[in-house]
C-alpha cells in the first residue's frame, strides 16, 4: 500500500501536468501508456485522486482528463477520445430517431387499418 512517505515527487508533478492540461498531446499519450505498465505510477495516481477531496470544484476538462486517465489505469485502454462534432451527431441521431418514431406509427396505423 503506496503512503504519503513515499510517493515520487516527480509521478506526483506529472500528473498534476496531466490533469491541469499542461502536457502536449505527445505527452499525454505518453503518461497514458505509462499509466498502464508503471506499478509506481499507478499507486500515486490512485493515492493523488483519494487525495483530492476538491475534485468536486474542478472544471469538467479536468474530470475528463481523469475519468480517462482512471479508465485507462484500470481498463488498460489508453487511446484518446476523438473530439465529436455535437450538433452533427444530435442531427444524425434526431433523425433517426424520428424516422424510426414515423415508421412505428405508420405500422401502428396500418394494423389499426387492416385489423377493423
Known amino acids: 500500500m503506496k503512503t504519503l512517505e513515499n ?3 516527480q509521478n506526483i508533478t506529472l500528473i498534476e501536468h496531466y490533469f491541469d492540461g499542461k502536457l502536449s ?3 499525454t499519450e505518453k503518461f497514458l501508456r505509462r499509466l498502464t505498465m508503471d506499478n509506481d505510477l499507478r499507486d500515486d495516481f490512485d493515492l493523488v ?3 483530492s477531496p476538491q475534485m468536486v470544484t474542478w472544471s469538467l476538462e479536468k474530470k475528463r482528463r481523469v475519468r480517462l486517465a482512471f479508465s485507462t ?3 488498460g485502454a489508453a487511446a ?3 473530439k465529436g462534432n455535437i450538433a452533427k451527431d444530435l442531427v444524425a441521431y434526431g433523425t433517426a430517431t424520428i424516422a424510426a ?3 412505428l406509427v405508420f405500422i401502428s396505423g396500418l ?3 387492416l385489423a377493423s
Open 111 to 113: 394494423f389499426v387499418f
Open 7 to 9: 510517493l515520487s515527487f
Open 101 to 103: 418514431a414515423g415508421l
Open 49 to 51: 485522486i483519494e487525495m
Open 80 to 82: 484518446l477520445p476523438v
Open 73 to 75: 489505469r484500470h481498463y
Open 25 to 27: 498531446q505527445l505527452e
